[in-house]
């Protein structure tokens, strides 16, 4: 399967817990997304990555969110301190440059209990 | 935010018939991508069509762009029970990102 691959597809932890999660992009692409996504909600947007380089972060995400994409290739998403709010799907998605299409991966569940 | 709304939020039709619906944005844009998502599952994308194109086809899909009006429509002919699933439009603003509606619901019923 060469498509976008995510894990773990579902977490489980406990309030205050920290997560980390990994997202392994379509190998040629040169940006990597990451979205939240709660129930009945469209994704919304929380960074992106071209290659290595962060070069954007919404100004929603607190400072308990942290992502990284070494070498530009895959990428993870930390989550510091987790709260309830923190419940919801997190999906990442590849694109091979701006304007194209964006692939996305079957996503991790988030739920904080 | 949001940037675009689609409509209806939740659409019910019979097998085989048409189902159309509507994404209206607030800014320019570079071009709209259509995805659709499955009950829990991650998005797979439909279609782009960029500013300057007015309509785009795929398969049963038929994709139109107003700019002046700032809306789309996304046409799925001769609906399937396969075609139950929720569908975003999403708008590439220039700002390196896609920004999502909220999404309809479109149920086919056999």
């Known amino acids: 399967d060469t498509g976008v691959s995510q894990d773990p597809r579902h977490k489980i932890t406990k309030r205050g817990q920290n997560v980390t999660f990994r997202c392994d992009p379509i190998?040629?692409?040169?940006?990597l997304y990451w979205y939240r996504q709660t129930l009945g909600q469209g994704p919304e947007f929380l960074t992106y990555?071209?290659?290595?380089?962060?070069?954007?972060k919404s100004r929603l995400l607190s400072d308990r969110f942290s992502a990284e994409r070494p070498k530009g290739s895959f990428s993870t998403l930390e989550i510091q301190r987790t709260e309830q709010g923190d419940s919801a799907m997190y999906l990442c998605a590849s694109s091979f440059w701006e304007g194209t299409e964006a692939f996305f991966g079957q996503g991790t569940r988030l739920t904080v209990v | 935010s949001q940037q675009g709304e689609e409509d209806p939020q939740a659409l019910s039709i019979q097998e085989g018939e048409n189902a159309t619906m509507n994404c209206s944005y607030k800014?320019?844009?570079?071009?709209l991508q259509w995805y659709r998502q499955n009950s829990g599952r991650g998005l797979v994308h439909l279609i782009l069509?960029?500013?300057?194109?007015r309509e785009k086809h795929s398969g049963r899909l038929r994709v139109t762009l107003d700019t002046s009006k700032k809306s789309s429509s996304l046409l799925i002919t001769a609906s399937r029970a396969a075609d139950t699933a929720s569908y975003f439009c999403a708008t590439d603003i220039g700002a390196q990102k896609l920004v999502f509606g909220q999404g309809t619901r479109l149920t086919i019923n056999p």
């Open positions: 069509i960029r500013s300057n194109e």
């Open positions: 800014t320019s844009i570079n071009n």
């Open positions: 990555f071209q290659n290595e380089a962060q070069l954007e």
């Open positions: 190998s040629e692409h040169n940006r």
